[in-house]
C-alpha cells in the first residue's frame, strides 16, 4: 500500500522550470516503479516519464526528452520530475504514480496501482 503526494506546481513562463516533487507514505517504496503522467482538459491521461525500483532506469516520452528529468531518493521516499524549457503544451494536470513492476518502464495507465492527486502546471506563452 502507498499514498502518493504531489507538489510544486504552479504558473510558470515559457521557457521557465518547475520541479515536481512526489512524497510517498507506505511500505516498501523501493520496491515500486514510479511513473509521471500528466491529464489536459478534454484529453487522455498520458505517460510523461518513469524510473526503475533501483532508479538506474528512465524513460520518457518523446515531447519531454532532453527537457525533463526523472529522479527519485528511496532513503527519502520521493521521486521527483525536473522540468526545464517548459513550453504552452506541458500545461496539464500532473500525477506521480506507483506500480508494482519490474524490467522495462511500465507507460500505460493500467500499469500503475496507486495514484497522487495531481499538481496543476500552467505555462503561459
Known amino acids: 500500500q502507498v499514498q502518493l503526494v504531489e507538489s510544486g506546481g504552479g504558473l510558470v513562463q515559457a521557457g521557465g522550470s518547475l520541479r515536481l516533487s512526489c512524497a510517498a507514505s507506505?511500505?516498501?517504496?523501493?520496491?515500486?516503479?514510479m511513473g509521471w503522467f500528466r491529464q489536459a482538459p478534454g484529453k487522455e491521461r498520458e505517460f510523461v516519464s518513469g524510473?526503475?525500483?533501483?532508479?538506474?532506469?528512465?524513460y520518457y516520452e518523446d515531447s519531454v526528452k532532453g527537457r525533463f528529468t526523472i529522479f527519485r531518493d528511496n532513503a527519502k521516499n520521493t521521486v521527483s520530475l525536473q522540468m526545464n524549457s517548459l513550453k504552452p503544451e506541458d500545461t496539464a494536470v500532473y500525477y506521480c504514480?506507483?506500480?508494482?513492476?519490474?524490467?522495462?518502464?511500465?507507460?500505460?495507465?493500467?500499469?500503475?496501482?496507486?495514484w497522487g492527486q495531481g499538481t496543476q502546471v500552467t505555462v503561459s506563452s
Open positions: 507506505g511500505r516498501s517504496f523501493s520496491t515500486y516503479g
Open positions: 524510473i526503475s525500483t533501483s532508479g538506474t532506469s528512465t
Open positions: 504514480a506507483a506500480g508494482r513492476w519490474t524490467g522495462w518502464i511500465r507507460r500505460a495507465v493500467y500499469e500503475y496501482d496507486y
